[in-house]
T-cell receptor, first 116, second 109 residues
């Protein structure tokens, strides 16, 4: 149980285009989803916390107009990287909590983004 | 400020035991997590401690001392597939996870 999927797993795009990454909880309802990015050999960096039906809460330094997050249902959250640039190239990982009381985050497999 | 410290890299031998330490300084404390992350993959959950003491789960055990701001992950009977990064994360008073940089564990035959 508690499986989280992400799509696509890898994406290569041209500079200036937008990329959408989907995060789905497959066998549970996720009231809260998290978006992280990770640079090579670095720790996870929380970008934003997304609650179903409300606006995402962004961490300091993360541009909300550049990284659009939508959590439209209890099983789906999307992250759109708008007008992507090479410095946005990174490993993006989503995670989900199974409920208000649940302490454990379950992670998706991640999406590797390369912006040329 | 909030901070998590863990060694950058450790090396151990197949079949042996290794202990990965983690110290934390957070504003409040609501539990400590250990995750395993293989290269190029997302983290997978290993353990969660909120009370002092040792939690054993098969070959992996996790220990917490809240008074010392200290935790360790103990891996027994090491296998080659245990080669990975091990991430320590503490939850603060706002229930935010503060992540360590991870410890890269290299297992040698």
């Amino acid at each position: 149980g508690a499986v989280v999927s992400q799509h696509p797993s890898r994406v290569i795009c041209k500079s200036g285009t937008s990329v959408k990454i989907e995060c789905r909880s497959l066998d549970f309802q996720a009231t809260t989803m998290f978006w992280y990015r990770q640079f090579p050999k670095k720790s996870l960096m929380l970008m934003a916390t997304s609650n179903e039906g409300s606006k995402a809460t962004y961490e300091q330094g993360v541009e909300k107009d550049k990284f659009l997050i939508n959590h439209a249902s209890l099983t789906l959250s999307t992250l759109t990287v708008t007008s992507a640039h090479p410095e946005d190239s990174s490993f993006y990982i989503c995670s989900a909590k199974t409920g208000v009381i649940s302490e454990t985050q379950y992670f998706g497999p991640g999406t590797r983004l390369l912006v040329l | 400020g909030q901070n998590i410290d863990q060694p950058t890299e450790m090396t151990a031998t197949e079949g042996a035991i290794v202990q990965i330490n983690c110290t934390y300084q957070t504003s409040g404390f609501n539990g400590l997590f250990w995750y395993q992350q293989h290269a190029g993959e997302a983290p997978t959950f290993l353990s969660y401690n909120v009370l002092d003491g040792l939690e054993e789960k098969g070959r992996f055990s996790s220990f917490l001392s809240r008074s010392k701001g200290y935790s360790y992950l103990l891996l027994k009977e090491l296998q080659m597939k245990d080669s990975a990064s091990y991430l320590c994360a503490a939850k603060d008073s706002n229930y935010q996870l503060i992540w360590g940089a991870g410890t890269k564990l290299i297992i040698k035959p």
